[in-house]
């Protein structure tokens, strides 16, 4: 059976102060590995796909890469508007996305 | 370009009761999923209709049906509620990947 595992469930920062979330995961045929943002009240914001090994993708202030069993979120130089619930998912064979619990990300001025 | 939209943002209801929760996807798009995401408990995967047919469906029982019209727009029914089934339901769509969320239905069991 898929599964995701995110660490930390919680992590509050000051403003500028880089860190890395981190989802470990375990699925049949790997086909894509997702990050989504999560504000209260909303529904998730897609911010990345990754489909192999070595992949890396930027935007902004985070950069996911990924391994063959986890996927790290980088955030550099974090602002308060980063402040979300981010989220990985990965899809397998049966096409269907597994959901992690998610982290909670909180950024102090 | 206008984003998933789902009606109605907040449903209460009774244990019991019938609930229809409703989905429009991006245009263009033909795959409609549905997930529950309950406190504490995650995105939990329910549904997923392409091109008007039902493609898999997760852990969920028989209650929790749904359908996806021509236009590709779809409706999840959750019959004989109970309390437990109080969670926000989001819908999501694609042409491909990636998986495009709204910002769900809040439904509440008193």
């Known amino acids: 059976e898929d599964q995701v595992t995110q660490s930390p469930e919680a992590l509050r920062l000051q403003e500028g102060e880089s860190s890395s979330l981190n989802c470990s995961y375990t699925?049949?045929?790997?086909?894509?590995l997702f990050w989504y943002r999560q504000d209260p009240g909303k529904g998730p914001e897609f911010l990345f796909t990754?489909?192999?090994a070595g992949e890396e993708k930027e935007k902004e202030r985070l950069k996911a890469t990924l391994t063959k069993k986890e996927s790290f979120l980088h955030i550099t130089a974090p602002k308060p508007e980063d402040s979300a619930t981010y989220l990985c998912?990965?899809?397998?064979?049966?096409?269907?996305?597994?959901f992690g619990q998610g982290t909670r990300l909180t950024i102090n001025p | 370009e206008a984003g998933v939209t789902q009606s109605p943002t907040h449903l209460i209801k009774t244990r019991g009761q019938q609930a229809t929760l409703r989905c429009s996807p991006i245009?263009?798009?033909?795959?409609v999923y549905w997930y529950q995401q309950a406190l504490g408990l995650g995105l939990q995967f329910l549904l997923w209709?392409?091109?008007?047919?039902?493609?898999n469906r997760g852990n969920f029982p028989p209650r929790f049906s749904g359908r996806q019209f021509p236009n590709y727009s779809s409706e999840l029914n959750v019959n004989a509620l109970e309390l437990e089934d109080s969670a926000l339901y989001l819908c999501?769509?694609?042409?491909?990947?990636?998986?495009?969320f709204g910002d769900g239905t809040r439904l509440s069991i008193l």
């Open positions: 999501a769509s694609s042409l491909t990947q990636p998986q495009h």
């Open positions: 699925v049949s045929g790997l086909r894509g």
């Open positions: 990754l489909y192999s």
């Open positions: 998912a990965v899809k397998g064979g049966a096409q269907k996305l597994v």
């Open positions: 245009s263009g798009h033909t795959s």
């Open positions: 209709y392409d091109e008007g047919e039902e493609r």
